[in-house]
């Protein structure tokens, strides 16, 4: 009996752009394993390069804010995209929002336990949203970032109200350009990040985790090439540079201008401005991001409910 299901493979395939009958090979070869079977196609050059985590997977909105210098963005999961537009919602993801801007650090629990403007806590508002739409709802996660002198500049995408959405992304750039210079660069580079995913700021704080995976894909991808052992190093180290320069923020290509990084774009806007100014860092949430969402079987559904 198969350890998958035709959802499964349909799942594999989403994830891989990969053909019905290779995804069914994949599955079968690991056992069932997704995961495992993306890194196989992946090896076997019979996967696309898609970042799946990119993949929208739950409902809700991501909320940003800014202050002064510093700025907050927080994730309200809901089940469906419905209550998303709910203006209840949306209040309650504003406001807890605006909660979130004024605690240190980037404690959800501690968020939750937090005042609301209209009474009780955030938990307890929280509480009585569910109570009253009818859908489970959770605050998942938030992250406050700042700098000395500068300006966070906030950008939201696919936008569902003001400050509210499905990516939400902040940039802290450091420096003492004028206002107008750093809200310029930095709608720019949150745009930019908006678009092209980065994992991390740079090359060392991407997730070694992630990285270990990647090496050992392309581990496979150089053992099956054929090639002397020292040439197949350099293309496993080659391949981990590639990706490295292409997930991080500084090194990836700038989106706008198709040839410099967003480094050298910063450096660029310094000298432009004719001041010191520096990205030191970003937050990028994307609705649902590595959540992963079950799909219903309506007649499955109907069928249990009938039997009571």
Known sequence: MADFTVADVKTLREKTGAGMMDAKKALVEAGGDIEAAV???????????????????????????????????????????FVAKN?????????????????????????????????????????????????????????????????????????????LGKIGVLVALEGDASADALSALGKDIAQHAAAMFPQALD??????AVIERERAIAQEK??????????????VEGAIKKYAKENALLSQIFVKDGKA?????????????GASIKLVDYVRFQ?????????????????ATLKG
């Open 39 to 81: 890194d196989a196609l992946r090896a076997k050059g019979l996967a696309t390069a898609q970042k799946k985590s990119s993949r929208t997977a739950a409902e809700g909105l991501v909320g940003v804010a800014v202050e002064g210098t510093k700025g907050v963005a927080v994730e309200v999961n809901s089940e469906t995209d």
């Open 87 to 163: 203006d209840q919602f949306q209040d309650f993801v504003r406001k807890t929002t605006a909660v979130a801007l004024k605690q240190d650090g980037d404690d959800v629990e501690a968020l939750k336990a937090s005042a609301y403007p209209d009474g009780g806590t955030v938990a307890d508002k929280l509480t009585e949203n569910v109570a009253t739409i009818g859908e489970n709802q959770q605050v998942r996660r938030m992250k406050t970032i700042s700098v000395s002198q500068g300006a966070v500049v906030s950008y939201i995408h696919n936008s569902a109200a003001d400050g």
């Open 203 to 208: 090359a060392e704080g991407l997730d070694p």
């Open 222 to 235: 150089a053992s099956e090439s054929g090639k002397p052992e020292n040439v197949q190093e350099k293309m």
């Open 261 to 273: 990084t967003v480094e050298e774009h910063v450096a660029s806007a310094a000298k432009d401005a």
């Open 287 to 303: 609705l649902g991001e590595g959540i992963e969402k079950e799909e219903e079987d309506f007649a499955a559904e109907v069928a």
